[in-house]
């Protein structure tokens, strides 16, 4: 058993002075405390000298892994001019990733940027709605766009009376008292991945939808790919009635690909968020678009403000960043597709082995997995309600004791940092773990 002393005492000093950990979505604690000192490659390393082999990352944001030498020189060679205080003052470096991402995101036309996901989508919001001027937008069961009000929680009604608003109830996972009750009444929330619904919904009410936001890989809830002309069917749908469409890829741009999963699956949307990753975890994101929307920015009739919208440490690490993927014809890729694909082989077989039903769904550089006898997973409620939830939880407590760190429902983040032999070390431990679930 680790030792965890050290740890244990900060974390009673700590909740003197702070209330809780710095993201209190329920169910993402890990078991107990960890105060961290260093990183190198995927492994973390805490205040008792414990080393952990860590499979979140930052919750997808660290997509090189830690302390990527070629990087952090990059960002170093640039620390002396990063001077710049305020949104007020221009950094030639801007016009360097601008040209970046129009390079590589289909959508991007123009960018905008901001520090958070959450950030990125309400932007989103307020310019689909002036562009359309229209009071709705549409979002899905079981993804995720912050944690504000108006894209917080909520379950899909299966009986509307009219239009199809969220339902809010004390059940729900991310339930939060202090919301303002009227948020729920600025968007539709529907199943994902059912287009007869979403044909239904708009064939009544298409003509006051401002917005259709999704992830495109719903890696949030299952890793659940779209359905084959999923995608491309809600594009006609969205070309037809006028309205805004947008791809979330804070988890998605940059991590499956430096097209991000537009470019990977062939449809391109209206607008799009890129966060996470696309600095290498230094706070930064990005609204890419096209041109006719975004320039409701430039004449100034939409207002996007922030201090740190553009502050010249978190573009520079995005450069840094681009640069290193982009290199070799994207080896980066090749190398943690290779690594992934030992990891989730040999998950696979370890399952097999010990007769455990297991779906395991991944996209590049993320994937998800939970005990139950299904193939494939098309939204959340195609895996969550059959799904044994104790045994994966009692999984992801022996893995934590053994050292390897995974997300709550078992999401799992590849980076640039993994090796061949990390992936072995860890399959032991599944391996021994597995005996004991």
């Known amino acids: 058993m680790r030792k965890m002393n050290t740890s244990f005492k900060l974390s009673k000093k700590a909740l003197e002075l702070m209330p809780g950990p710095h993201s209190n979505l329920p169910g993402y604690e890990l078991f107990k405390p960890i105060f961290l000192t260093h990183g190198k490659g995927a492994h973390l390393y805490d205040v008792d000298n414990n080393d952990y082999l860590d499979y979140i990352v930052g919750v997808g944001a660290g997509i090189l892994g830690y302390g990527n030498q070629e990087v952090l020189d990059e960002v170093k060679s640039q620390i002396d001019n990063l001077y710049y205080l305020d949104a007020t003052r221009r950094n030639p470096l801007e016009i360097e990733l601008a040209e970046k991402i129009v390079k ?6 123009k960018v905008r940027y901001l520090l958070s996901g959450t950030e990125a989508v309400q932007l989103v919001i307020r310019l689909a709605r002036a562009y359309t001027n229209r009071p709705y937008f549409i979002r899905f069961d079981g993804h995720y766009h912050g944690w504000l009000d108006n894209v917080l929680g909520g379950v899909v009604d299966p009986a509307p009376a009219g239009r199809p608003f969220a339902l809010y109830k004390d059940n729900d996972m991310f339930a939060s008292k202090g919301r ?81 999963a537009q470019g990977l699956l062939g449809v391109t949307p209206d607008l799009a968020t890129l966060g996470k990753g696309i600095a290498g975890g230094i706070p930064f994101s990005v609204v890419a678009g096209k041109a006719k929307i975004m320039d409701q920015l430039l004449d100034r009739s939409v207002v996007g403000a922030g201090t740190f919208n553009g502050y010249p440490l978190g573009v520079t690490a ?54 139950i006898d299904k193939e494939i997973a098309y939204n959340v409620q195609d895996w969550y309600p059959d799904s044994d939830h104790v045994k994966q939880e009692r999984l992801r407590k022996l893995l934590f004791d053994a050292g390897v760190l995974i997300m709550f429902r078992a999401r799992w983040y590849l980076s640039g940092g993994h090796t061949e032999q990390d992936v072995d070390k860890t399959l032991e431990i599944v391996e021994k773990a597995m005996d004991k679930c």
């Not at 594009?235 to 991590?255: A, K, M, P, Q, S």
């Open 318 to 371: 995005a450069i840094a960043t681009i640069k290193y993927l982009e290199k070799d014809d994207g080896a980066f890729y090749k190398r943690v597709e290779k690594v992934q694909k030992r990891l989730t082989s040999g998950l696979r077989d370890i399952a097999k082995k010990h007769r455990t039903p297991m779906l395991l769904q991944e996209a590049p550089g993320v994937f998800f997995y939970q005990f």
């Open 104 to 109: 590589h995101v289909p959508c991007a036309e």
């Open 180 to 260: 303002d009750l009227s948020a729920g009444e600025q968007s539709f929330k529907l199943p994902w991945n059912d287009i007869e619904v979403l044909e239904k919904v708009l064939a009544r009410y298409g003509e006051e939808v401002s917005l259709i936001i999704m992830e495109a890989i719903n890696c949030n809830a299952g890793s659940c790919p779209p359905r084959p002309g999923y995608l491309e069917r809600v594009r006609e749908l969205c070309d037809e009635y006028g309205i805004v469409l947008c791809f979330d890829e804070i988890i998605t741009g940059f991590r499956v690909g430096l097209s991000g």
